[in-house]
């Protein structure tokens, strides 16, 4: 992988320009990018190197979506590269102006250093999906299953004291859904909960806003499971 497509992701950019401790870096990898296609082009060739001054290097970042200061910032830091050997300075004796190339070892420390910041990355995110999984199991579930039995009345459920049946359930709403009787049927109405009412088929769950109501009928509120009991008359 060269190392414009090392840098494509979001997250890795991201890093690189937010963490002063990547300035360094951040530096190297442009240097590096500009000797490969498609900058490799706008190079001024030196010593039989394809070397890029400051104002190069900077639209080259642009492009890069890096971050880039574009004098004295630059040179102090494509100095403190050049002395750990990751970069070579060319001065023009005739106009004093500067050109940098990367060498071999920079290069390959800029892959290198990349490798390792996606892995980073990778590992920040997993450990975020793992935290996410722990809460959810350390949380107290609610009642799995309650089986309620229709009368003549109507039926009120929801988190909210004074309906019917009354759920400490974080997921559903205060008055979540009613069951009541019209003209012979059992209906079940849902009350515009926040997260839906939805029944449970076979291998399936089908959200439901008001729907006639049969024996052993199961809806999911929330996390919590209600299956519905209607007696024959």
């Known amino acids: 992988m060269s190392i414009v497509d090392s840098i494509s992701e979001a997250s890795v950019r991201k890093s690189l320009n937010s963490d002063p401790s990547y300035e360094r870096l951040r530096y190297l990898v ?24 400051i104002n190069q290097l900077s ?17 102090r830091v494509l100095g403190q590269l ?32 990349l ?19 722990i809460r959810k199991q350390l949380t107290k579930p609610p009642p799995t299953v309650f089986e309620i039995t229709l009368s003549g009345n109507e039926f009120t459920i929801g988190t909210e004291e004074g309906n019917d049946l009354t759920v400490h ?8 859904a009613r069951v009541f009787s019209e003209s012979g049927t059992w209906i079940f109405e849902d009350q515009g909960s926040r997260n839906g009412s939805w029944k449970m088929e076979l291998n399936n769950l089908l959200r439901v806003t008001r729907a006639p ?9 929330g996390s ?6 209607v007696l024959k008359t």
């Open 30 to 53: 442009v240097l590096a990018a500009a000797s490969e296609p498609p900058f490799e082009i706008a190079a001024l060739p030196v010593q039989g190197h394809p070397a890029f001054n």
């Open 169 to 176: 359930d974080p997921y559903m709403s205060r008055r979540h």
């Open 115 to 133: 490798d390792r910041l996606r892995k980073v990355q990778e590992f920040e995110s997993q450990v975020k999906t793992m935290q996410m999984t």
């Open 82 to 113: 050049e002395k750990s050997g990751f970069a070579k300075k060319v001065t023009n004796l005739e106009t004093g102006f500067h050109t940098y190339y990367s060498t071999n070892a920079g290069k390959s420390q800029a892959m290198l250093n």
């Open 59 to 75: 639209r080259i970042a642009k492009q890069l979506g890096l971050d880039f200061e574009r004098y004295h910032g630059a040179e």
């Open 224 to 229: 919590t499971i209600v299956r519905f009991r």
């Open 213 to 221: 109501l049969a024996d052993c009928d199961m809806y999911q509120l």
